[in-house]
């Protein structure tokens, strides 16, 4: 089966300009996750959504950042502005459920900020 | 809130040697347990999970990890490593409820010299 997509892969932007994100998780997956990942760290939850809702938002920062999934299959993560302090791997990942055990990781996005 | 601590931020060893790689936990109720592996340029995979009974788990490629639950730890272990090891491995926790989330460790990174 075809894996978690993310696009684009690599991204450099100077601070305070916007970017965005895009992930198309495994078909029939209705879990799907937004992870940051900076450098010499794990992988940290942003948000997670349960088809179109919103299950879990309370890491990501709201100020700035922004995500939706609005028909329940692809998902788009946004942030604006930009900081430095935001350059990091964006991780998606996605799940049949929440109950089932295990989460399928795309490639992320390397996102530099200038 | 949870917590993940990984002991060794980086692990060098001979091929042939064995390895343990120590994961301690913080969370006051039931949990799952997880050992992901990122190869280099590839995806974060499952590596092996506890979810329930027997603690000592085994994943692939050989791998093992034992869920000591008086000591809040999930060690993963591999009585001979390969070169084809070399990567970075993290320990994950998730609240062993629908919504819960999975918190990461910062990893340790794995050189098995040839």
């Known amino acids: 089966e075809a894996g978690v997509a993310q696009s684009p892969r690599y991204k450099i932007i100077e601070k305070r300009q916007s970017v965005a994100f895009w992930c198309n998780p495994i078909?029939?997956?209705?879990?799907l996750y937004w992870y940051q990942q900076i450098l010499g760290q794990g992988p940290k939850l942003l948000i997670q959504?349960?088809?179109?809702?919103?299950?879990?938002d309370s890491q990501l920062p709201k100020d700035r950042f922004s995500a939706e999934r609005l028909k329940g299959v692809d998902s788009t993560l946004k942030i604006q502005p930009a900081k430095l302090e935001d350059s990091a791997v964006y991780l998606c990942?996605?799940?049949?459920?929440?109950?089932?055990?295990?989460?399928?990781f795309g490639p992320g996005t390397r996102l530099l900020v200038l | 809130a949870q917590s993940v601590s990984q002991h060794n931020h980086h692990v060098i060893l001979s091929e042939a040697a064995s390895l343990e790689l120590g994961c301690n936990y913080s969370?006051?109720?039931?949990?799952?347990l997880f050992w992901y592996v990122q190869y280099p340029g590839q995806h974060l995979q499952l590596l092996l999970k506890?979810?329930?009974?027997?603690?000592l788990v085994k994943g692939i490629k050989g791998f093992e990890a034992e869920f000591i639950k008086s000591k809040f730890s999930f060690n993963l272990r591999k009585p001979s490593v390969q070169w084809s090891d070399t990567a970075e491995y993290f320990c994950?926790?998730?609240?062993?409820?629908?919504?819960?989330?999975?918190?990461f460790g910062d990893g340790t990174t794995l050189t098995v010299k040839p």
């Open positions: 990942a996605s799940k049949v459920a929440p109950d089932m055990e295990t989460q399928y």
């Open positions: 078909s029939g997956h209705a879990t």
């Open positions: 959504f349960q088809n179109n809702g919103v299950v879990d």
């Open positions: 969370y006051g109720g039931t949990v799952n």
């Open positions: 506890y979810f329930s009974g027997d603690p």
């Open positions: 994950a926790v998730k609240a062993n409820t629908n919504a819960g989330k999975s918190t």
